[in-house]
């Protein structure tokens, strides 16, 4: 049986300065720290004793995040760039209201290769493909616990991956999350069936909070 958890990074400083996000690098916030020690209690009474690998973007938010899961779960972590949340290009580290002023929206014939009319931005196919590739490096993999600490928009991608999404079927998608939340994934030994067998639990903040922002 292999287990997949996949985390959303918590709060970060660029969530509440209200600026764009994507491969601007910022930290965690107190709150965000922790949120993510509530995260790696869940994820210790999820995974149990198993033997678990934790998979991180290098993007700071996530890279404290995996640290703080790494110190309670005892599991060895590695960083890739391939993790990332999408680029917003000339836009990152800009208030969010110049990002919503100048962005503009992929035409139904142009999904997935629109650039959003951001210099430099990444486009959805040119994402999906780095998403796709971390993704079934990490599930091929003979360990049969795993975790993915990613970013919000990050994690549509993992999951439509795991479920083998053509990428050029990926113009629509979008699974939303909440930062700071678990999806588990799962694929049984006998029929390889993979499964979405949660999506997004926020269950673990039981003081009524959710991680803080939004998950980018």
């Known amino acids: 049986m292999k287990n997949l958890f996949v985390v959303t990074h918590p709060e970060s400083v660029h969530h509440v ?21 509530l995260l790696a209690e869940r994820l210790s009474s999820l995974v149990g004793a198993q033997q678990t690998e934790i998979y991180s973007s290098d993007l700071l938010r996530c890279s404290q995040t995996a640290d703080i899961l790494a110190e309670r779960l005892d599991g060895p972590i590695v960083q890739t760039s391939d993790l990332r949340e999408i680029s917003y290009g000339a836009a990152e580290g800009k208030p969010q ?15 997935l290769d629109h650039r959003g009319g951001i210099e430099n931005a990444e486009t959805r196919r040119e994402f999906a493909n780095r998403i796709y590739r971390a993704t079934d490096m990490i599930v091929d993999r ?41 999806t588990h994934l ?19 903040f039981t003081d009524g909070g959710d991680g803080i922002g939004r998950a980018d």
């Open 17 to 37: 300065e209200h600026l764009v996000g994507g491969w601007y690098d910022t930290a965690l916030t107190a709150n965000g720290r922790a949120a993510a020690k």
């Open 97 to 111: 209201a110049w990002l919503d002023a100048h962005q503009t929206a992929a035409p139904d014939d142009n999904r």
């Open 142 to 182: 003979p360990c049969s616990t795993q975790i993915i600490v990613t970013h919000g928009f990050a994690l549509t991608f993992v999951v439509a991956a795991w479920i083998k999404m053509p990428i050029d079927a990926a113009g629509y998608v979008n699974f939303a999350t909440k930062p700071g939340s678990i």
């Open 186 to 204: 799962q694929q049984d030994q006998f029929w390889k069936s993979r499964t979405v067998r949660t999506l997004g639990d926020v269950t673990h």
